[in-house]
């Protein structure tokens, strides 16, 4: 029997979202090696004996999140084989494909982000006074770094130094979503008051949507390379 096609599509995405959680739990030094990475860098803040005001804390912080996201998503097509790929691009859709990436990358980032601001809170401080909006800054803020740093690693997997030419292409396209991030983050700090600050999650899930759409086009004909 025949199912449906948003059945079918919905099936195909969930086994490639399983897949990719399968695979993380198959390679454990990868998820380990990044959050090593997270409490070194929080480590440092705390051995370097400095009291770090609000301002300093929120750059401190997305820096940590920024560098820990792309050494998280670099890897998402960068591990799979060539043989890998091309049993996939006989068997998967490829929005599908792009679309369990995106998801388990979004699921990564947003628990990696809260370690970070977990242990990052113990060492230096909580100053963020409205949780609720640094809440949700943080689950926009892995939405969009997963979004641009999915379809920027699938472009990078083609290269010979791919770890480069992420962090190449990374820069103009993460600049606009980071520093909305931070001027997010200042107002959920009370460092700046701006009562108009759902323009700039507006702005933030604008962007969002433009490098989704702009993904789902091209990624197909990256695929196919």
Known sequence: MLLPLPVMNLRMLWILLRKEFLLEFRQRYAI?????YVF???????ISSIKVQPPVWNILFWLIVLFASINAVVKSFV????????????LADPAM???????YNTLLLLVLSVL?????????GNPVKDAGLFALVLLLGSLGFS????????IAAK???????????SFPVIL??????????????????DTSYKRDIVNLLAIDAILITLTFILFPYIWKD
Do not use: C, D, H, W
């Not at 070194?40 to 705390?46: E, G, L, N, P, T």
């Not at 591990?79 to 006989?90: I, N, P, T």
């Open 32 to 36: 380990s090696g990044i959050v090593l």
């Open 40 to 46: 070194s860098m929080v480590f440092v803040v705390y």
């Open 79 to 90: 591990q799979e084989s060539g043989a890998r790929q091309l049993y996939y691009y006989q």
């Open 97 to 103: 494909l792009l679309l369990a990436k995106i998801l």
């Open 116 to 124: 970070a601001f977990g242990a990052y809170s113990v060492v230096a």
């Open 147 to 154: 979004i641009a740093f999915t379809f920027i690693a699938s």
């Open 159 to 169: 290269a010979n130094n791919s770890a480069t030419l992420m962090a190449i292409l």
């Open 176 to 193: 606009p979503v980071l520093l909305t991030l931070v001027r997010l983050s200042q107002i959920a700090l009370r460092l700046i008051q």
